[in-house]
């Protein structure tokens, strides 16, 4: 029995005590949190220790989902093209430098991009269009736990490899299928694309001023919530499987997860008919909910009540009259009055630099934030307390130590393990096919023959 299927059957629900503290935002800056109790562990056993995944999936929805459940313990096995791998590797500038003597010296510089969601893998190539590469994959299909796979529907059922064509290898796979529009529909055979999908599914529409064109967001935020959500749906259907004995089919779009990031948007419009617009960084309904131009630099600032907007107008702006004055007293009033409002702020911001106005703020209650570049980002004092980057302990054979954003989640205090750096083009093949059972003999063979 796995791990994971021990772990299992020790789940019971149990009282979620989430609260609000009323937290100073200098407290929030530049202390570090409550170290956990002594007589809790810090961290977790590996929970997905056990469980091997099968990933034939691409660029970034599906090699983010695959990216968390390695983090969690899965041996992920990342199956990809034999000269080119995964799309992302050729995407660069800019790319981790090779290290001297590097291995494969054939390939291209590790593109970070690829780095960036790929830790904790294994990567072997197999060409499966051809019978012997298929038969390689379906011995791997065979000993999986989970299938991730980002083919446009319908593709991988011609090849031999579609849901049907796995279950009956393994009854006891969970397959999921990553694509644009889902598995069914009118655009079901339609390629899914991050930044079509953000215009398709409104995203854009409201991203950007309100007399300028449509925006993209800056990263591609479709993508990493699809990864997101496939990642808990493979969560889901194990403890399913768990359950009922039997595999799961996942059908997870880039389009219904967009729809569903929609949230309060989706909600005004479903509810009331409200047509939705473009606010820039302000807010339809809270006034002043946006970024405002300092002296050097921008801040956002968000006076969500009157409380909150009595403070600024006192605290920092020295215009106590603005809180008691009847176009601004109230949040209704002041969104009726919003310009006037927000020309007044701006004008009284830009007398100083950032700093100046950081430090007014800080420890009054009034939500607010500066507008950081990345470069401050990573040197953010918090950041910099939770250790926000990691440095893999294992070289990269062909980049050396690799610099990557740290696992988002701490359980009991403590990151689960980066233990792998990111792999190579086809760094892992002999091992896995040594595996499989093939002999250094039959996998030259293969090589040969350009099968991997």
Known sequence: MSLIRANLKCLRPTPNFLCSANVSRGARLYQRGAAPSHDIPQGIPPPLKGIKILDLSRVLAGP????????????????????????????????????????????????AYFLAVNRNKRSMTVNFKKPEGLAVVHKLVAQSDVLVENFISGKLDELGLGWEDCRKINPRLIYASVTGYGQTGPYSKAAGYDVIIEGEAGLMHITGEPDGPPCKVGVAVTDIATGLYTHGAVMAALLSRQQTGKGVWIDCNLFESQLAGLANIASNYLIAGQEAGRHGTAHPSIVPYQVFPCKNGFIMIGAGNDKQFTLLATKVLKRPELA???????????????????????????????????????GLGVPFGPINNIKQTFEHPQAVARGATIEVDACHPRAGKVKLVAPAVHYNGKRMPVDRPPPYLSQHTDEILEELGYSAEMIDALRQKGIV
């Open 64 to 111: 983010t989902a695959t990216m968390l459940l390695a983090d969690l313990g899965a041996d992920v096995i990342k199956v990809e093209e034999v000269t080119r791998g995964d799309d992302t590797r050729s995407w660069n500038p800019p790319s981790a430098p090779n290290v001297a003597d590097a291995p494969a010296p054939h390939l291209p510089d590790e593109s």
């Open 324 to 362: 008691t004055d009847p176009k601004f007293n109230t949040n209704g009033s002041r969104v009726a009055n919003r310009a006037e409002l927000v020309q007044i702020i701006t004008d009284a911001l830009q007398q100083q630099e950032r700093d100046h106005w950081l430090k007014e703020l800080t």
